[in-house]
């Protein structure tokens, strides 16, 4: 690199203004506010006309879903309300460790010990 040729901006020299306008939203800010629009709908679940969020539509439908029987439904509808289930996996089991010999004869650590006296 040539540092004779790095110069600072000057003020009619500037980078152009990069990213987001300032005032423009988040896309999860655009997601939560038309999931927060009320329009009076038929409830998926008992077919009655209602007042609903697009989030409780969409939500209902889940439900709907899974009351006929679509266990992925069921299953987002779960971990959703409950949070998916921890796994616990038991570190402390014994483990036994067999070495088998180039006859392919399996030894376990006894004779190990023994073959290294």
Do not use: C
Not at 3 to 11: D, G, I
Not at 51 to 57: C, F, G, I, N, P
Request: aromatic share 6%.
């Amino acid at each position: 690199m040539n540092e004779q040729n790095l110069k600072p901006f000057s003020s009619e020299n500037q980078p152009k203004n990069r990213g987001r306008k300032p005032g423009s939203k988040n896309r999860s800010t655009i997601i939560r506010e038309w999931l927060d629009v009320e329009q009076v709908t038929e409830n998926p679940v008992t077919g009655e006309m209602q007042r609903l969020t697009v989030e409780e539509q969409i939500t209902l439908s889940m439900v709907k879903k899974a009351l006929l029987g679509d266990v992925n439904a069921y299953k987002a509808l779960m971990d959703s309300a409950y949070g998916k289930p921890t796994q616990y996996i038991d570190t402390n089991q014994d483990i036994t460790v067999h070495y088998i010999d180039d006859d392919g004869m399996v030894m376990d650590e006894s004779m190990m010990a023994e073959l290294a006296h």
